[in-house]
């Protein structure tokens, strides 16, 4: 197995204060990482704030908090807590995020998102390094700020990046990439464009597992986050970028035409068996080592399970020391 072996938090449906015995486990079972996100749930650094009592070794990351809905000084402010808490062992992923969440969620214009991404990433390196920032961005203007507490040991500073130009700025100015709704088989035509990237250059990957042998259950709940996600104007650019346009056309003309029900209906089996990995334990374990295969640093898995799965067990099956022959349940 690899040397990095992530799982994100929290899982669905667990209370935050369960994950307790969880997260200590799934250490002790050989998970090297616990990611958060931040979408419409929990935030994405409480999680890793309790993970890093929980699981004291770990490495904790933000995968990833939107450029748009906390301000520059924020994010650095945050960083540089978690910094504190896990010193050496956090890195903040930022990224562009979507239209839904920044505009419809959180009233914000979504104007020019790789060059408030480009910033962010600009003004957090510069801070949190200690340095007082103070001039014009291209899409803020930040006076005289200088963090109080500069951590001891900088955080590292990942990019969420899905087309050229933005892996293009990860490799030239980020520490590491964040990636996310790709299959193994497109890593070559994405990491082609990390090739600039120093050695110490972090590659992590965000890879959807539902956790069944079911491979109906699993298409059905895949094809479920493929119609809702896929759709958005950035991932179908890169699944188009990608080579998918000919698989996934009839579903983003269905949708763009309001026809909901029709759309989930035209993602084909075989997309849904690219994005979404499922099959017995071993063979999940298997399909994450190719991505390891491919180029990525850091595999994370993000769970999402069937109703009814207990979900302590499904992490115990994927971790590096399960056993061959072990069940989701």
Sequence with gaps: MPSRWGLTIPLTNVPLTDHARIVSAAADAGFTDFWSAETNGTDAFVPLALAAGWAPSAHLGTAIVPVFTRGPALIA?????????????????????????????????????????????????????????????????????????????????????????MLRLA??????????????TDLPQVTAELKEAPADFDVAARIFVCPTEDA????????????????????????????????LDETWRLWAAGDRKGALAAVPDSVADELILHGSPASV?????????GGVKTPVAALIPPPGTDLAAAVAALAPTAKEDATWS
Aim: aromatic share 10%; charged share 25%; hydrophobic share 50%.
């Design 216 to 247: 109906a259950t699993a298409r059905a709940i895949g094809k479920r986050l493929i119609a809702a996600y896929l759709t958005v104007p950035v991932y179908e650019k890169f699944h188009r970028w990608l080579g998918r346009g000919p698989a």
């Design 77 to 165: 402010m945050s960083a540089a807590t978690l910094a504190d808490v896990a010193p050496g062992r956090f890195t903040l992923g930022i990224g562009a995020s979507s239209p839904a969440i920044v505009n419809a969620w959180n009233g914000i214009d979504f104007a020019d998102p790789f060059g408030r991404a480009r910033d962010v990433l600009r003004f957090v390196r510069r801070a949190l390094a200690g340095e007082m920032v103070d001039g014009e961005f291209d899409s803020f203007t930040i006076r005289r700020f200088k963090l109080e507490k500069v951590p001891e040991v900088r955080p590292r500073v990942s990019l969420a990046a899905l087309r050229r130009g």
């Design 171 to 184: 490799a030239a100015e980020a520490d590491g990439v964040i990636l996310n709704w790709l299959a193994a």
């Design 285 to 293: 374990r298997a399909q994450l080592q190719s991505y390891v295969d």
